[in-house]
């Protein structure tokens, strides 16, 4: 297993599309697009469901045998949404400390890639991102 890099940011910033261009290139990419699976808005469930996904992704992870990058880090980027999320006012602060116990007692040894490529950008470029993508969960009140 040789996981060179993980593609890590904030929510509409272009991880998937960097993602799916090293890809193109022949770069052996898991796809850890679990995290768009925005449901109406609870947010909280969700972030349940991808601790469970993320774990999935990362055993196959160390299972690869040719090289690896990711669309995003597994607990890392999971911890970025929920403080996001937290930031917003899409979970209470006792969801959100739940999130935070589920990751640290998630039983699971996690694999680190060599490198984190961190993608970050305008705040108001991030929100026309995620609007052109229809995401849900996009308040006017966030802007």
Known sequence: MVYKAAIIGCHG????????RLENKGFKVFNEAVINKFTGKNFFLNEVQMINDNILINEAIGREESVSISDRFAFLDILIYVEGFYELGWITAEQRRILYFL???????????EKLLCMND?????????????RKGLKESDE
């Open 13 to 20: 910033v272009g991880k998937t599309t960097l993602a799916k």
């Open 103 to 113: 990751v640290n007692h998630a039983g699971h040894d996690w694999i680190f890639p």
């Open 122 to 134: 305008d705040k108001q470029l991030i929100i026309d991102n995620i609007r052109r993508r229809g």
